[in-house]
């Protein structure tokens, strides 16, 4: 028997917003996930920490729709993920990937994708407050892709993410590569959008200080198992 995990202590005042029941996952015939159940409460941060190949950007994956699980059900605000139209799903679920694809040939472009999306102009003031956020900057906007750094193109998948607020941002390692002062002001912006906006944030780290302070933790530990702290 596979052990339940409980992202939220404060689960009966605070309504879940993610249920993942007996999710398994295989790559072939490969098993990846198996028997993992979470149960993630509105405004909750949970940070996933486990050995490299153990799962974690997997299931992150699941959780975005990008993959569908082989076994197990997924549940976003109490219906099954498979219910909501996929683009609806993926607006308020964002995922910001391990290893960024930035679309388009600027970051203006890259940009402008999020509101191509909801049929939106697109807004130039919006853009450069969110790099600045990000610590970059705002002339940044006509840098040619080729041209960014991976911290810098990391930092603008995550700028990215947050132009139009989430209600579940799923990061996967986008402090790692950064410098000291650089996290320090990205941790604070994401707390911030936990906190203040009561964005739920699953965030998947080798950071020891991150898991260090982490509110919930889940370890997926290379076998298809999982623990929390
Ligand atoms: N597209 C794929 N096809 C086949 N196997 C894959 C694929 N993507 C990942 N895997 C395998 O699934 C396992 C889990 O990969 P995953 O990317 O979820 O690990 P991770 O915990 O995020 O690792 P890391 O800390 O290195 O990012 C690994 O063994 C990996 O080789
Ligand atoms: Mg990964």
């Keep these: 028997m596979q052990p339940s995990v409980r992202a939220s202590e404060q689960r009966e005042r605070m309504p879940e917003i993610l249920s ?11 098993r990846i996930l198996h028997g ?9 941060f949970l940070t996933i920490e486990g050995p490299s190949g153990s799962g974690k950007s ?6 975005a729709s990008l993959l569908t699980p082989t076994v197990g059900i997924i549940e976003f605000d109490g219906r099954d993920m498979r219910s909501y139209p996929r683009p609806e799903y ?16 600027s970051v203006r472009d890259c940009l402008t994708f999020p509101f191509a999306i909801r049929n939106q102009r697109f807004d130039e ?16 906007l ?6 960014l750094s991976g911290g810098e193109r990391q930092r603008i998948a995550v700028a990215r993410n947050l132009l139009f607020t989430p209600r579940i941002l799923l ?4 402090t790692t590569g950064l410098d000291a002062t650089t996290k ?28 260090e302070a982490a509110e919930h933790l889940l370890t997926l530990d290379g076998e298809g198992m999982h623990t929390q702290r």
């Design 20 to 30: 993942v029941r007996d999710v398994g996952f295989s790559y072939g015939g490969k």
């Design 36 to 44: 993992v159940n979470l149960s993630v409460g509105t405004g909750d």
């Design 58 to 63: 997997t299931l992150l994956k699941l959780i």
């Design 90 to 105: 993926r607006r308020q679920v964002s995922y910001c990937f391990q290893q960024p694809t930035l679309f388009g040939t």
């Design 125 to 140: 003031d919006r853009a450069r407050r969110s790099l600045s956020m990000m610590c970059l900057p705002e002339a940044m």
């Design 142 to 147: 006509d840098s040619r892709i080729t041209q």
């Design 171 to 174: 990061l996967d390692e986008v």
């Design 184 to 211: 320090h002001v990205i941790h604070d912006l994401i707390a911030r959008y936990n906190k203040r906006d009561g964005v739920t944030v699953l965030a998947v780290t080798h950071d020891e200080t991150e898991i």
